[in-house]
């Protein structure tokens, strides 16, 4: 192409996109009120060429080429400018190119499409290692997103009061609110001047990257967020509910009284703030009910029906109360979104409905317009859903998760009700490792996710979210799940497995794709049967450390002082029972023990194996092209290798935590001396496959450059390991073989352990 024309009154975005594309010709940018004679790049709202056929309601890519490089590409959205042109480069299948030349009209499936939950960009992996804020964002607008998730902390850990042995301000680091960012005249004071100027700033600099490259800022916060203690002394007539852990605080925090005018003052102020530093923002998604954050007098986790005085008086039944409480949490979301639509009149407030099981209906009846709600079914009402896992019916709870790829039949008209009554509600679908298969990268399973994107659409949604983002899109070169996202997007038309086998070829050549390919296809046969392992397949893999812990019949066998290079980052307290207990984190069961015996049971038969053949495989298939000396194609099959390779590790770390759970809690209940040494015998065999996964997945990082996993460069953290993770593998491997023979033991009386320094009157209870 001779050159490239976009308006003269181009936005930041047509700029941006004619620059990526003048990078990757070398031809030159001119500014012009018309089109000119190469190849033009313009937002539909230019009216430089509107397609006759372009929809009315959805918004759409218009792509028109010629051999001789000129053409145009046009979009509805900034953001698709960057699609066009990703698609323009690789992505665009056969019967597409073949009709470029007479142009091509790509409708949108979604108009509303946001990263959700941002595992690197705003959330708790955001000190990843390698991880580049301006080249994730381009991948969110090639990839087919609209919206970028923007209030992402600045440090590694948020500024919060504590105190020794609690654990609680460490979950003040993902979904930041207000308070991190803003004052209002109530709160000057409360945290130090540069701690806010510093995580405002890094708000703007995101939010300034997603105007780049089209895409529309946004927050998600848990809201409403405590106040420290002091500011209750100055006004303690502003005390509302009580929010803190029962295990994991030990100072008690409390949330505003959402329901006083100066609270709801105080929201305005801070929303008009953020307005003003980011006219562009244009959602806010409201979580609540955990992470220091609560509404009052709702039922669920810590807040528990209480609250401050001036919402509900005393003796109402728990209906009235639930009705009360969701009328003031519709009127907390109305507030906000009245504050913001001064800046900005389409701003939206979406609220996260799972935790109002009992005032779900309440606050239902009250949405419509920029009030809305998200989660992953019309179906939710609490959190229980009627999604089992696909191939065990007995373990539910896989909505929103990997496994979670089709819609049932009563969602289409749940869904239908509710646009006809003005709320458009957010469906999430999960797109990479986050809350699946922590702290891993990389997996592909593009089929499945393309399944559940599509029966999304099918079911008639215009608004989505994909729980995680692209995670650490900058580490993952060869991963075939954005493809897969960008084609449900906007080629619903076409294969997926045409679609795949293209990007495939783009990859290693004609020769190989087909081998890749059925590679991917492999894998999400063998990740479908893993198990959904309560805390487990989600962030608790790596809060309960199960990669560096020692693998032990009798965890507390070994002296305190040995353990600590772990528990000082996992999210344990002195009298949590997940100290020394694999299957349980503070009141919850997360294995029973028939549950870790099937579970196990059912890793060594279905999913085991499965990855071992493939392994297999992928190594016959690597060896032959080294032979050819095809270094390309053993780069791109080799990074797929570690990744499952790591995938294994990770499997067998979880069976063995299972296995734990039956043998252990098996022995414990039993007085049979036969059952027990069976039981014994089982463990030692699980520990023995242990000190070899561990080995092996030790020489795995200390021998390949795959970005396999989230490393932290920041250093370790609960919820992922920092860089000296192969010296917390040694320790586990040395105390794994030394105290293997320990009799399994349990000390149940954990709970009671006072805090580290405490002393009960003498006689009392016995000191430990």
């Not at 698609?87 to 949108?108: C, F, M, N």
């Not at 929010?243 to 605080?249: A, E, Y």
């Not at 479908?528 to 487990?536: C, D, E, F, K, R």
């Not at 997360?590 to 194996?609: A, F, N, S, Y």
Request: proline share 6%.
């Amino acid at each position: 192409m001779n050159q490239i024309t976009i308006p003269a009154t181009a936005t930041l975005a047509e700029q941006q996109a004619a620059a990526v594309l003048a990078d990757r010709t070398s031809a030159p940018v001119f500014a012009s009120d018309q089109p000119g004679p190469g190849f033009n790049i313009a937002l539909a709202e230019q009216d430089w060429i509107q397609p006759d056929a372009a929809p009315a309601q959805k918004p759409w890519i218009w792509l028109r080429q010629k051999a001789d490089g000129t053409g145009e590409l046009i979009a509805s959205q900034g953001s698709f400018l960057f699609t066009g042109l990703n698609l323009l480069e690789q992505g665009l299948p056969s019967t597409a190119r073949e009709q470029l030349s007479k142009g091509v009209l790509l409708p949108a499936s979604f108009s509303f499409h946001r990263p959700h939950y941002d595992a690197c960009l705003t959330q708790y992996w955001r000190s990843a290692r390698g991880f580049e804020d301006e080249a994730y964002v381009r991948k969110l607008a090639e990839t087919g997103f609209t919206h970028c998730e923007v209030n992402s902390l600045q440090a590694h850990f948020p500024y919060e009061e504590s105190i020794e042995s609690e654990f609680y301000p460490q979950f003040y680091t993902y979904c930041a609110g207000f308070n991190h960012f803003v004052n209002s005249k109530l709160t000057e004071g409360l945290w130090p001047e540069h701690y806010l100027e510093a995580n405002l700033n890094r708000l703007k600099h995101l939010a300034g990257l997603a105007k780049r490259y089209g895409l529309k800022p946004g927050l998600l916060m848990f809201e409403p967020r405590n106040m420290p203690e002091k500011f209750f002394v100055k006004y303690p007539t502003l005390r509302g509910a009580r929010v803190d852990h029962p295990f994991r605080s030990r100072l008690p925090r409390y949330c505003l009284a959402q329901d006083h005018p100066v609270t709801q003052r105080h929201y305005r102020e801070v929303m008009e703030k953020l307005m003003d530093a980011v006219p562009e923002l244009s959602y806010l998604s409201v979580w609540s009910n955990d992470s220091g954050a609560g509404f009052e007098h709702t039922s669920s986790l810590y807040v528990g029906r209480n609250g401050g005085p001036y919402m509900i008086r005393e003796w109402r039944n728990h209906e009235k109360i639930a009705q009360a409480a969701g009328k003031s949490i519709v009127a907390y979301m109305d507030n906000l979104q009245q504050a913001a639509a001064k800046k900005n009149p389409d701003f939206d407030v979406i609220l996260r409905l799972e935790p109002f099981k009992m005032e779900h209906d309440t606050i239902k009846a009250g949405l419509g317009g920029h009030l809305t709600w998200e989660g992953p079914s019309m179906l939710v009402k609490g959190y229980s859903l009627p999604y089992p896992h696909p191939k065990y019916p007995e373990n539910m709870g896989v909505a929103g998760s990997l496994l979670h790829t089709t819609m049932d039949e009563t969602e289409a008209p749940a869904l239908a009700a509710s646009q006809s009554a003005d709320v458009d509600p957010v469906l999430n679908y999960s797109g990479c490792g986050l809350m699946n298969h922590e702290p891993l990268l990389g997996l592909p399973f593009p089929r499945m996710l393309h399944r559940k994107i599509s029966a999304l659409r099918d079911i008639g949604a215009n608004r989505v979210s994909c729980f995680g983002g692209l995670a650490h899109a900058e580490a993952t070169p060869f991963w075939p799940n954005p493809v897969a996202i960008q084609a449900a997007q906007f080629l619903s038309g076409e294969s997926i497995d045409d679609i795949l086998l293209s990007f495939a070829t783009d990859l290693v050549g004609p020769a190989h794709a087909a081998k890749l390919d059925a590679a991917w296809s492999e894998f999400e046969a063998a990740i479908i049967w893993q198990p959904l392992v309560g805390l487990y397949s989600a962030f608790g893999y790596c809060w309960q450390r199960t990669w560096d812990r020692p693998f032990v019949p009798d965890i507390e066998a070994i002296p305190q002082h040995e353990r600590r290079y772990y528990e000082k980052h996992g999210c344990f307290q002195h009298n949590n029972p997940g100290v020394n207990d694999l299957g349980k984190d503070v009141l919850f069961d997360l294995i029973t023990r028939e549950q870790g015996d099937k579970m196990g049971r059912d890793m060594d038969t279905e999913v085991l194996p499965r990855v071992r053949a493939l392994l297999e495989k992928l190594a016959g298939t690597i060896a032959s092209m080294e032979a050819d000396r095809d270094a390309t194609a053993i780069r791109v099959f080799g990074d797929l290798r570690d990744r499952i390779q790591a995938f294994q590790h990770w499997v067998v770390g979880l069976r063995n935590v299972c296995t734990w759970c039956a043998t252990v809690y098996g022995y414990l209940e039993t007085d049979d001396d036969n059952e027990r040494a069976a039981h014994e015998q089982r463990l030692q065999e699980a520990i023995d496959l242990d000190l070899e996964n561990t080995a092996g997945l030790l020489e795995l990082i200390e021998g390949t450059d795959t970005e396999f996993m989230v490393v932290s460069a920041a250093g370790n953290h609960t919820y992922f390991y920092g860089e000296d993770l192969p010296d917390l593998l040694r320790n586990r491997l040395r105390l794994t073989a030394e105290y293997r023979h320990h009799k399994p033991r349990i000390d149940g009386d954990i709970l009671w352990r006072p805090v580290p320094g405490t002393h009960w009157p003498e006689g009392w209870v016995a000191q430990t």
